[in-house]
């Protein structure tokens, strides 16, 4: 019976004007709480992630060092403008991305800030991820909870996902506004996806040192023996490295009566070693996006050369170009993710 009154009184406040806003009114708040009991158990842990990053002082110290490069490169890149303006290349279609590529020479462009600073933000936010959790003794109790162990170190990696993705795209788009005020030159269409694939890439490139040092977290028991593994991979992939190429190259370097097949052979065997590298990757690759003029990543011969036309590619080409530096960081990001998984999904975790 009451039930029934219950939908008799609701039928009738519909049809009274002064009691149909209110009807509406607590209809929408048993709607929301019916929505808040069903909250998905990962989509509160992915929230508490976000926030707990956004809120820490390493992502705003971070987020401000990156804000600042911007600065910094929209400057330099207003000044390589108005040098090409003086210039002969001033008829270039592709004008508005000389502001993430030109230079004056002061300081270097946009997207080699983000080569040089993209892996530090991505340590920052995964090198402590799994350890520290477990080193303050809440991995137990989360997991006491009954959810699945998969949902925590996914939630991890999707929470920092979403931050870098929004700080980004916010900074790329912040840099085309001012370039767009400052110069008055809108960008053409391709230039806009040129540059949203370019802070896509960007994006990737420092998913790969996220799933890195997520999975140093994993493997390590003190976060700061995971920051240092990770800080040390970054110092060897940008130092140190290049050392070793150098030597090997000029141990190996062709003598001056090398046939043409052999100088190529040459430089083809230093570019392969050089491709290891996350960094060669993702600069190959946004080289091509933000300069349509480069038309090939490797040595061409005179034969090869002879009746090419001189051109920018439209931009499927130079996906096409890119595509195995593509590929080459999607895999070595899933390889590294993959293998933090199942570290974890084996991981013995007692209580404290």
Same mark, same amino acid.
């Given at each position: 019976?009451?039930?029934?009154?219950?939908?008799?009184? =609701?039928? #009738?406040?519909?049809?009274?004007?002064?009691?149909?806003?209110?009807?509406?009114?607590?209809?929408?708040?048993?709607?929301?709480?019916?929505?808040?009991?069903?909250?998905?158990?990962?989509?509160?842990?992915?929230?508490?992630?976000?926030?707990?990053? @956004?809120?820490?002082?390493?992502?705003?110290?971070?987020?401000?060092?990156?804000?600042?490069?911007?600065?910094? =490169?929209?400057?330099?890149?207003?000044?390589?403008?108005?040098?090409?303006?003086?210039?002969?290349?001033?008829?270039?279609?592709?004008?508005?991305?000389?502001?993430?590529?030109?230079?004056?020479?002061?300081?270097?462009?946009?997207?080699?800030?983000?080569?040089?600073?993209?892996?530090?933000?991505?340590?920052?936010?995964?090198?402590?991820?799994?350890?520290?959790?477990?080193?303050?003794?809440?991995?137990?109790?989360?997991?006491?909870?009954?959810?699945?162990?998969?949902?925590?170190?996914?939630?991890? *990696?999707?929470?920092?996902?979403?931050?870098?993705?929004?700080?980004?795209?916010?900074?790329? *788009?912040?840099?085309?506004?001012?370039?767009? @005020?400052?110069?008055?030159?809108?960008?053409?269409?391709?230039?806009?996806?040129?540059?949203?694939? *370019?802070?896509?890439?960007?994006?990737?490139?420092?998913?790969?040192?996220?799933?890195?040092?997520?999975?140093?977290?994993?493997?390590?028991?003190?976060?700061?023996?995971?920051?240092?593994?990770?800080?040390?991979?970054?110092?060897?992939?940008?130092?140190?490295?290049?050392?070793?190429?150098?030597?090997?190259?000029?141990?190996?370097?062709?003598?001056?009566?090398?046939?043409?097949?052999?100088?190529?052979?040459?430089?083809?065997?230093?570019?392969?070693?050089?491709?290891?590298?996350?960094?060669?990757?993702?600069?190959?690759?946004?080289?091509?996006?933000?300069?349509?003029?480069?038309?090939?990543?490797?040595?061409?011969?005179? #034969?090869?050369?002879?009746?090419?036309?001189?051109?920018?590619?439209?931009?499927?080409?130079?996906?096409?170009?890119?595509?195995?530096?593509?590929?080459?960081?999607?895999?070595?990001?899933?390889?590294?993710?993959?293998?933090?998984? @199942? =570290?974890?999904?084996?991981?013995?975790?007692?209580?404290?």
């Amino acid at each position: 019976m009451s039930s029934t009154s219950d939908n008799v009184q =609701s039928v #009738e406040g519909q049809n009274r004007p002064g009691k149909k806003r209110l009807f509406a009114s607590s209809s929408f708040i048993a709607w929301f709480k019916t929505d808040e009991r069903i909250i998905h158990p990962f989509r509160v842990i992915v929230g508490k992630e976000m926030s707990d990053h @956004i809120r820490s002082w390493r992502f705003i110290i971070l987020l401000s060092l990156i804000a600042l490069t911007c600065l910094a =490169s929209v400057y330099t890149g207003l000044a390589g403008i108005g040098a090409k303006l003086n210039s002969t290349d001033s008829g270039s279609p592709y004008f508005f991305l000389l502001l993430f590529t030109s230079s004056d020479g002061t300081l270097p462009p946009f997207f080699v800030f983000v080569s040089f600073l993209g892996p530090l933000l991505g340590i920052s936010l995964g090198f402590d991820a799994i350890n520290s959790e477990q080193t303050h003794g809440t991995l137990s109790r989360i997991l006491a909870q009954p959810i699945h162990r998969d949902y925590i170190i996914n939630a991890k *990696f999707l929470s920092a996902l979403n931050i870098i993705s929004v700080m980004f795209f916010s900074l790329g *788009f912040l840099v085309m506004g001012a370039g767009l @005020i400052l110069t008055g030159i809108p960008p053409t269409s391709e230039e806009f996806l040129r540059i949203v694939c *370019f802070l896509m890439l960007s994006i990737l490139y420092v998913s790969f040192w996220l799933n890195l040092s997520i999975l140093f977290s994993v493997r390590f028991r003190q976060p700061a023996t995971s920051a240092l593994a990770g800080i040390a991979v970054w110092l060897f992939f940008t130092v140190f490295y290049s050392i070793i190429v150098s030597l090997i190259a000029r141990a190996a370097s062709p003598s001056e009566t090398a046939s043409v097949q052999q100088v190529a052979g040459y430089q083809e065997m230093i570019l392969n070693m050089l491709r290891v590298l996350p960094s060669q990757l993702y600069s190959d690759a946004t080289t091509t996006l933000l300069v349509p003029t480069v038309r090939s990543l490797g040595p061409l011969t005179m #034969e090869q050369i002879v009746g090419a036309i001189p051109g920018p590619l439209p931009l499927g080409q130079s996906l096409l170009l890119v595509w195995p530096q593509i590929t080459g960081l999607i895999a070595s990001s899933i390889l590294c993710f993959v293998f933090s998984y @199942i =570290s974890f999904m084996k991981k013995e975790i007692r209580s404290r």
